[in-house]
């Protein structure tokens, strides 16, 4: 374990493997199939978009890397395509499958695993059922996808799944999975999914949170764009202009795009400083968190450390850790 300030990963991923049984038996759309490598991977219409390996199922090889790469907490989540699928009751007791299994791992290695809620966002009063149980089991934060079933975000059906989160002022991961109009976008070869789709996903999701005034609304939330908030911290200048100059975007908004990017978080799971260092320009070095992407195919738990540990000391020990126990209260 780390000796300096604690490292915490806020984006690292765990499944179960009575999770992939309820998606091969009731997933629709989601199936089990093997990629190019010969690799099992969830796909969605025939697209690929995430890659199984034995790790997201194994604690005790979570904590051993862990250890490896000198990473102190994982805040643990479940990743695409979560829930969304399968009719009210699976997709409840679905839910509670995953946040029980990960409420059960943070009681058996409690210096060393917190987790995301999942909820069943299609269905408010449930999810708030939910959310309400989790927390009671140790959840320090919820994890949804930038889009439910093609659902945005800042739906007015999910407002009161919403006002009950900012209620708690939880940290909320947003996390992406497969963009609407996946058909459309010709997604299924190479990967795109996950190379260019899920950066897509996340971006218009963000987005319309902030033109939409949804940060206004929900001022105690602590939203975290995955990825490095995608496309954000490069095209957050675009936003300002068109701001600027076409009034549908100032419809909801009086203040510029930038200014929200302030009240965002993001991790730190891009592959290169210059990357990092844009996200802290963007939004503000009080405003990043470490993150790894582990276990998936592109996770990388010891280079995104090395690449937060190449930051100035002020810098590198809050996105190591001193942000995130600020939000999590850890």
């Known amino acids: 374990m780390s000796k300096q300030v604690p490292v ?48 997201m199922f194994d604690y005790e090889v979570r904590v051993k890397n862990m250890d490896k790469a000198g990473v102190d907490i994982a805040i643990v989540s479940l990743t695409c395509p979560s829930v969304y699928w399968g009719g009210e009751d699976l997709s409840v007791s679905t839910t509670k499958l995953m946040n029980d299994h990960m409420s059960a791992a943070q009681k058996s290695h409690p210096a060393r695993i917190r987790y995301f809620a999942t909820l069943p966002w299609q269905y408010p009063e449930a999810a708030i059922k939910q959310l309400e149980q989790a927390l009671d089991n140790g959840a320090v934060g919820v994890m949804v996808l930038a889009n439910i079933a093609g659902e945005p975000l800042i739906s007015p059906k999910l407002a009161p799944i919403w006002e009950q989160i900012n209620k708690h002022a939880l940290p909320v991961l947003v996390h992406p999975t497969t963009p609407p109009g996946l058909e459309a976008l010709e997604m299924r070869e190479y990967n795109l999914v996950a190379s260019i789709g899920f950066m897509v996903d996340t971006t218009l999701a963000i987005s319309k949170m902030i033109f939409d005034g949804f940060l206004d609304r929900y001022p105690n939330l602590k939203i975290i764009a995955s990825h490095g908030g995608a496309t954000l911290p490069y095209i957050i200048g675009r936003l300002d202009r068109c701001h600027e100059t076409m009034p549908p975007c100032r419809v909801k908004i009086s203040e510029r795009p930038s200014s929200y990017m302030r009240k965002i978080y993001l991790d730190s799971v891009v592959y290169n400083v210059a990357s990092l260092m844009m996200g802290i320009d963007v939004c503000g070095e009080d405003n990043v968190l470490y993150g790894s992407d582990y276990p998936h195919n592109i996770g990388d738990m010891a280079g995104c450390l090395s690449r937060v540990d190449a930051l100035q000391p002020t810098q590198r020990d809050k996105v190591r850790g001193l942000n995130a126990m600020k939000i999590f209260n850890l």
């Open 8 to 55: 915490i990963d806020v984006h690292t991923h765990m499944m179960s493997h009575e999770y992939i049984d309820v998606i091969k038996k009731h997933g629709g759309d989601y199936t089990i199939g093997k990629i190019v490598g010969g690799q099992e991977a969830i796909h969605r219409k025939g697209a690929a978009f995430m890659t199984l390996y034995d790790e």
